[in-house]
């Protein structure tokens, strides 16, 4: 049987963003067509991100966690436009104006994107092997007519150095240099036409450890010199432990809880998000810890389980979980899809290693 999909039509924005927002997202969906048959007829939709609303402030970073398949990474490509969105609205505040960022078109679209910059996972596969690093970092300058000539080789020597990169790289090409090295040409080429918001997406999974500590110090780093947004997105919750003020939980396309960083470790009200908590590594002293391990997989995202979509995986579900889906509701200053969020004692990790101690 066929799904109905319901587009919504581009309109003005039925109302503003609130007073201290930078980025806010209303109804966000993604859904992309299922095609068979000679006729490529459509059957039905894999339903990527359905129904996500979140508000991000300037200068926050917003870790956005989940297991491979929970949209995590769809959601941040239709924020920045490289996905259409199917519904929704995406709004970002510039100075005095409210971009309806679902709608822009052409130069307001291009304009956008100076304010909104992309770091890509793999950072060998999102360099051009044939643009040595000028004409990699100095690519953005050229497209937004921002600088060109000696005014664009400076601004890229100067982020190129910010970043950790030397002047002598300014010739080299992508395959002389090592992994943390070629992410921190993404960072440069993503930091250089100065964004207001940067979306990155698993941006030290392809690195070494001890690499992956120099660049989410760099970026920590960055960010507080230049004021930046952060959406960070992450399947391992100890860099998200570490980078985030705020943590989104993802799971089948749909946001499962939001809660602020020390809140949703300590004391987490999903199931879901218990299960994520329990597979960080504990470091200290011999207890025994119990994990808690969540049975099955990630749901065919085409074909999503009636109730809530995390029930047949729950060790806590009930018959009510299996027909009626939760709400995303507010409960001691944390957002939970869950309908028995004030009956769990659900097991967190302790504070941040930001905190006062480490569980």
């Not at 966000?28 to 095609?35: G, S």
């Not at 207890?287 to 729950?314: I, M, Q, Y």
Request: proline content about 6%; glycine content about 8%.
């Amino acid at each position: 049987m066929q799904t109905s999909l319901h587009t919504q039509e581009p309109s003005t924005p039925s109302a503003g963003i609130s007073d201290t927002a930078l980025l806010e997202i209303r109804g966000l969906r993604k859904w992309f067509p299922v095609q068979k048959g000679f006729l490529k007829r459509t059957v039905g939709y894999v339903k990527a991100v359905d129904g996500v609303d979140l508000s991000i402030q300037p200068g926050e970073t917003l870790g956005v966690v989940g297991e491979s398949g929970s949209g995590k990474t769809t959601l941040g490509r239709c924020v920045l436009r490289l996905y259409e969105p199917t519904a929704g609205e995406i709004l970002l505040r510039d100075n005095d104006r409210i971009l309806p960022v679902h709608q822009l078109e052409g130069r307001e679209l291009q304009a956008f994107r100076r304010n909104a910059q992309m770091i890509f996972q793999d950072p060998y596969s999102s360099l051009n092997p044939r643009m040595n690093v000028l004409e990699t970092v100095g690519e953005p300058l050229l497209v937004n007519n921002v600088a060109k000539g000696k005014e664009l080789e400076d601004r890229v020597t100067e982020v190129i150095l910010q970043v950790g990169l030397r002047v002598e790289h300014l010739r080299r090409f992508p395959h002389s240099f090592s992994g943390g090295q070629r992410q921190r040409i993404g960072i440069a080429r993503a930091l250089v036409v100065r964004p207001k918001l940067v979306v990155a997406d698993e941006p030290v999974s392809a690195l070494d450890v001890s690499i992956q500590a120099q660049i989410l110090n760099l970026l920590k780093d960055l960010q507080a010199e230049y004021q930046l947004t952060y959406i960070f997105i992450t399947h391992a919750m100890s860099v998200v432990r570490y980078m985030a003020d705020r943590i989104a939980v993802m799971y089948a396309g749909k946001l499962v809880e939001v809660a602020g960083k020390e809140s949703l470790l300590t004391r987490p009200r999903h199931p879901y998000t218990e299960a994520l908590l329990s597979a960080v590594p504990r470091t200290t002293s011999g207890r025994n810890v119990k994990r808690t391990v969540s049975v099955g997989e990630v749901p065919d995202l085409a074909n999503l389980p009636p109730g809530c979509v995390f029930h047949p995986r729950c060790k806590y579900a009930v018959d009510r979980c299996k027909v009626e889906e939760p709400a995303l509701r507010e409960l001691d200053g944390q957002l939970v899809k869950c309908h028995l969020a004030e009956q769990l004692a659900l097991t967190g990790i302790g504070p941040s290693p930001n905190g006062a101690g480490r569980t």
